[in-house]
């Protein structure tokens, strides 16, 4: 029982560093490609106003 236990214990926490590393990894592959920053942040607006990316308001 207590194998069992310790097997539980030791997997959940592995899996639970896995996802963010996994995430981290994800981001660095991004940011080495050049993907294009998220238009919520404030760099990210600004980078798409220059490319003309973004949608003018009619009014």
């Known amino acids: 029982m ?3 236990l310790g097997i539980l214990t030791f997997g959940t926490l592995g899996f639970g560093l896995l996802i963010p590393y996994l995430t981290l990894r994800g981001l660095q592959k991004l940011k080495e490609h050049g993907a294009p920053k998220s238009s919520l942040s ?3 607006i600004v ?3 220059r490319k003309g990316s973004v949608a003018q ?3």
């Open 2 to 4: 207590d194998f069992g």
């Open 42 to 44: 404030r760099d990210g």
């Open 47 to 49: 980078e798409r106003k």
């Open 57 to 59: 308001n009619a009014g």
